[in-house]
């Protein structure tokens, strides 16, 4: 009883922070774009794959998650792992099908993809759990292990309990994808995930490159949260070609706070309240069409849109069928999960 009442006066002083101290960056500047329908229909496949990662090894491993997987039909799973409670759900497989562009809001790092593609994704987890254990105080930005991510400075920091979720499953992703690599000839990968997932994404995302000379990455996140520091966020800005999804006054994209050091890298694209999308340049934009000016604080912030929808796709936290979201009041605030 003790554990989730101090997680909940940590939120509190978290969030009064937020209110209370000055906002030293800005960055609103530069070129707002506003995607056509066929721009942002581009993402649903790898919105599917995202949702698709909450299911079981079981259900993966053979592709039999039913609609979700049957979005994405001609996917050839290579290997799916986890457990879903110590150890998130993971899946890596080869799609021949995934010939779009692409669109990243930062200039030159629009990639077209081949007609096939690596698929690396990772399972989120509910909003009711993850928003716990990023406010709670005891985590703070912390060096990455030098055996997983050798030559990065140590200035390079990141939360510690996604360096560890990321660490668990390092070696059995990484052997997956140089298999599937090498089976389908192909150097073209692609990194997905939802909530939790994104993060264990991105970290991987910086991770593959480093041990697999010519991978040609890129990725995909949906609702994710803060990972690193202000050096690991110039990091992925200058290293991963990342395209960033935030939904409406969603709470977890707003978290860790900025006032434990933590930064969102740039690349991100927000999605309105009459569903269009927006990219919005620089890092952490505080303008009222990006994630931080939407959703202002945890305090104004919502849980229900964390699940989306995502171009008319809703992510939920269980393995879901299509369409499928979680029965949450689409008034509750974050503060109503403790």
Same mark, same amino acid.
């Given at each position: ?161 996604? $360096?560890?979720?990321?660490? #668990?499953?390092?070696?059995? +992703?990484? =052997?997956? @994808?140089?298999? %599937?690599?090498? &089976? ?41 949260? $803060?990972?690193?520091?202000? #050096?690991?966020?110039?990091? +992925?800005? =200058?290293? @991963?070609?990342? %395209?960033?999804? &935030? ?41 009222? $069409? ?10 104004? =912030?919502? @849980? ?35």
């Amino acid at each position: 009883m003790a554990r989730p009442l101090l997680q909940f006066i940590t939120l509190l002083f978290g969030a009064s922070t937020i209110i209370a101290a000055p906002v030293t960056l800005v960055q609103r500047q530069g070129t707002f774009s506003t995607l056509s329908a066929p721009d942002a229909d581009v993402f649903k496949p790898f919105t599917f794959f995202a949702s698709a990662a909450y299911c079981s090894p079981d259900k993966t491993k053979d592709w039999s998650c039913g609609t979700i997987c049957d979005a994405n039909p001609n996917f050839q799973p290579t290997a799916s792992g986890g457990d879903g409670v110590d150890v998130q759900f993971w899946f890596v497989g080869f799609d021949p099908d995934l010939s779009v562009r692409v669109f990243c809001p930062i200039p030159g790092l629009a990639a077209e993809l081949n007609t096939q593609s690596v698929v690396v994704a990772h399972q989120g987890t509910d909003p009711s759990k993850i928003v716990p254990l990023l406010t709670d105080a005891d985590f703070f930005p912390e060096e990455l292990d030098s055996g997983l991510f050798p030559g990065l400075s140590g200035d390079i920091k990141v939360h510690n309990g996604f $360096r560890d979720s990321q660490a #668990e499953t390092s070696q059995d +992703v990484l =052997a997956a @994808v140089q298999q %599937t690599m090498q &089976t389908h000839n192909t150097s073209k990968v692609m990194v997905v995930g939802h909530s939790l997932g994104g993060a264990i994404g991105l970290l991987n995302a910086v991770f593959l490159p480093l041990h697999i000379p010519g991978i040609d990455l890129e990725m995909i996140g949906y609702g994710m949260p $803060r990972v690193g520091n202000q #050096e690991f966020a110039d990091y +992925v800005d =200058a290293n @991963v070609k990342l %395209t960033r999804i &935030t939904n409406k006054k969603d709470v977890v994209p707003i978290i860790p706070g900025r006032f434990l050091g933590f930064h969102h890298p740039s690349s991100e694209i927000h999605i309105q309240d009459d569903g269009s999308f927006v990219s919005c340049p620089g890092q952490d934009n505080t303008d009222s $069409r990006c994630s931080v000016g939407d959703a202002k604080n945890v305090l104004t =912030a919502k @849980v229900s849109d964390h699940h989306g929808p995502y171009a008319g796709i809703s992510i939920d936290s269980n393995c879901p069928s299509l369409g499928q979201i979680d029965s949450v009041d689409e008034d509750q605030e974050v503060r109503t999960q403790f």
